[in-house]
Every structure is written in C-alpha cells, then in structure tokens.
C-alpha cells in the first residue's frame, strides 16, 4: 500500500468515525455508537479517562489516531 493511500484510507476510516459519532445515540441507534468507538481506536479512549467534553475529546481523538497510524504505518512499511 502506497504512503498516500494509506493516509486517504485513515483519512476515510476517521471522516466515518466523526459521523458515526455525530449519529451516536446510544438508545436510538447503539450500533452508530459501536461503531464511532471501533473507528475511533486509540484516540477515543481518552474519553474513558478524562472528564473533557465530547466534542473536545472528538477533536483531540483524531490527531491520537494519527500518531497510531503513523507507527502502524512504520511497522507495516519498514524502510
């Protein structure tokens, strides 16, 4: 997988994360809510241990997930 497809694909992976979280109801539509957090993995956990508001750790989730990516990617793609 080329460099540039594999950030459109963590690219597309978060823009369905964000929207799923903005459907989350958790008694209305509990799988848009499974599915934010799957999508969302490692960022989102900093939810579990914070007292920040949703849209703040939403914010903050993406640019974690980058800095994953980024390893996943070196471990993936050894140069």
Do not use: C, E
């Amino acid at each position: 997988m080329s460099k540039k497809s594999f950030w459109v694909l963590f690219g597309a992976i978060q823009a369905a994360g964000l929207i799923a979280s903005r459907l989350a109801n958790v008694h209305i539509h509990p799988f848009a809510t499974i599915l934010a957090l799957v999508l969302l993995l490692p960022g989102i956990l900093l939810g579990s241990v914070t007292h920040f508001p949703d849209g703040l750790i939403v914010a903050l989730a993406v640019p974690i997930n980058a800095g994953a990516w980024y390893v996943l990617g070196k471990i993936l793609r050894p140069t």
